[in-house]
């Protein structure tokens, strides 16, 4: 995981339209950038539907949230169809950006090896600098604390 006061990489990467987005595209605001493992996974769900539902008060407080994960454009299309995301979700197919932010790990389920996006918050000052990093978030609890974090 980064370290808070490091200045978060850049990063571009597509959206569910298939825009490309910077991270720089958002100095000026706070960002709320959380990794996640899939798209309709109930952990995942529960924790987009939770940014979601608190999105006005977020965005009241000049935030955005972008979720990330390395399911496809069409994947998050689908997924922010759904569950009517109001957020920015982008596509790490490659998990370049995951390994930038120290999220792509080793993972062990049911005996299996493989590897990972370990459920990982950042939270970014208007200039660009982590002043939060949370790991192995509670899915359920993470869209709450962060906007008490704001």
């Known amino acids: 995981m980064l370290e808070v006061g490091t200045a978060a990489p850049d990063f571009a990467l597509p959206d569910q339209d298939g825009t490309d987005r910077k991270l720089s595209d958002y100095r000026g605001k706070k960002v709320i950038l959380y990794f996640y493992a899939k798209d309709n996974t109930a952990g995942c769900t529960k924790q987009a539907c939770g940014f979601a539902e608190r999105y006005p008060q977020i965005s009241e407080k000049g935030a955005v949230v972008l979720g ?83």
Do not use: C
């Open 68 to 150: 990330v994960s390395k399911d496809s454009v069409k994947s998050h299309r689908n997924f922010a169809d759904k569950y009517s995301l109001p957020f920015t979700i982008l596509s790490d197919e490659d998990h370049k950006v995951m390994e930038l932010y120290d999220v792509w790990k080793e993972k062990k389920n049911y005996g299996k090896t493989y590897m990972g996006a370990i459920r990982t918050t950042y939270l970014i000052d208007e200039e660009g600098t982590i002043i939060q990093a949370m790991g192995k978030v509670k899915a359920a609890d993470n869209p709450q604390q962060m906007l008490e974090a704001l």
